[in-house]
């Protein structure tokens, strides 16, 4: 899925990921930068993303992480 960052607190690691093709928001999973080249996210930043089986947004990635063939997580 594509989306944007809502929120994040680099502290905490909490935020908020809204998708693309609804406009529906989405928790950040504690996770959801385990396997990306980020260490943190600002507001507005374009973002691919899956869901976990809570519901919460994980594996984030930029686009071009996935172009360069970076290992992704399997969910």
Known sequence: M???????????????VIR???KAEFVLAADALANSIMRT???????????????????????SEIDMGLPTARV
């Open 2 to 16: 594509q989306g944007v960052i809502r929120s994040f607190d680099p502290l905490t690691r909490e935020g908020a």
């Open 20 to 22: 693309d093709t609804d």
């Open 41 to 63: 996210l600002r507001q507005g930043q374009r973002v691919t993303f899956r869901l976990d089986a809570d519901g919460r947004a994980t594996s984030i990635q930029l686009g």
